[in-house]
């Protein structure tokens, strides 16, 4: 099994930014797709960004591309994303995930528990 532990959320004003972070533990022989998702209070889950497992390919949501970068952290098996410009919109839970391939919107083997993002206005 592999467990995801995020940090890094917080409050910060509208324009802001904030760094979030996840590392795995547990089963971590293998490199894994890692990537973002986000959940808005009432509103269902959305991915919002992913690296590849092999070459550092990256996806994002159309709505945070050229604003996050998704990145690998020196250790293997870690994420990044880096967010900025942010906005109120931007206010969510967002999910750590990874996969054995890579993760997209339809394919993630394991999830972190959440870490809160507020964009004040």
């Known amino acids: 099994q592999v467990q995801l532990v995020e940090s890094g959320g917080g409050l910060v004003q509208a324009g802001g930014s904030l760094r979030l972070s996840c590392a795995a533990s547990g089963r971590t022989d293998s490199t894994y797709g890692m990537g973002w998702f986000r959940q808005a209070p009432g509103k269902e889950r959305e991915f919002v960004a992913s690296?590849?497992?092999?070459?550092?390919?990256?996806v994002y949501l159309k709505s945070v591309k050229g604003r996050f970068t998704v990145s690998r952290g020196n250790a293997k098996n870690t994420v990044d994303l880096q967010m900025n410009s942010l906005k109120p919109e931007d206010t969510a839970v967002y999910y750590c995930a990874a996969a054995n391939n890579r993760v997209t919107q339809w394919t993630v083997d394991y999830w972190g528990q959440g870490t809160r993002v507020t964009v004040s206005s």
């Open positions: 690296i590849s497992r092999n070459d550092d390919n990256t």
